[in-house]
């Protein structure tokens, strides 16, 4: 296993996992990190086993739901808490959410001193929540927004993610007219560029979009859309420096 990572959160432990390295099997091969989708649990579990050796890490998860509420990890937990969004000021607590074709964002503050994963589907990149979480993010580590750094991970492109004219318009409303594509009459929304627009909004000013479309890539990624509903999810995940390690990156 190996997830994706982000120089630009070199100095925090991180990642966005992938299908590989895991031991589930179709439709959900291979890394299936989601335990309601209907994949065998001792396999889930197995995979969870996996994750943690290979980061050394507890994860603080959520009970996602579409909206952008940010809930502060005391330890790691399952889904239990209702939110969109993880904070975590704990060194070796990963704030960590569960996505396939959401948008996953990675949040980090000066020094690693604290982190935030967010999920933003359409529902929740409308209702902002990646600036709700990067506004609970500077609060929890004392800095102002615009020193955060976020990684914007694998989620769908708007190569690929046709939706209603009607969705289209309301994206268009809140972000501006270049988050929707015109494509053969139908249009595509930008879910990466309004995530960026509702960061920068809320003063982020560092921003990096993997541009992974997990629908693309059907090797590496589970995609809700594109396999029908019946498919795994990947998660994303930051944890706070090491306090040893602290000082070292600017
Ligand atoms: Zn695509």
Known sequence: MAPLQSLLLRDVPHGFTTRAGGVSVAPFDALNLG????????????????????????????????????????????PGLEADAVVSARPGVAACVAVADCVPVLLAAPEGRAVAAVHAGWRGTLALAAAEGARALATAAGAPVGRLRAVIGPSIGPC?????ADLAARFAAVFGPEVVRR??????????????????????????????????EPEAFFSHRRDGGRTGRMVAFAAPAPISGRGVVP
């Not at 001792?42 to 959520?62: D, Y």
């Open 160 to 164: 690929c993610y046709q939706v209603s």
């Open 183 to 216: 494509v053969d009459g139908g249009a595509r929304l930008d879910l990466w560029a309004a995530n960026v627009a509702a960061l920068r909004q809320a003063g982020v000013l560092e921003v990096e979009v993997l541009g992974r479309c997990t629908a693309c």
């Open 35 to 78: 335990d309601q989708v209907g994949d065998d649990p001792a396999a889930v579990a197995e995979n969870w086993r996996r994750l943690e050796a290979a980061t050394g890490l507890g994860f603080s998860r959520v009970r996602q739901v579409h909206g952008a509420r940010v809930v502060t990890a005391a330890g790691p937990c399952a």
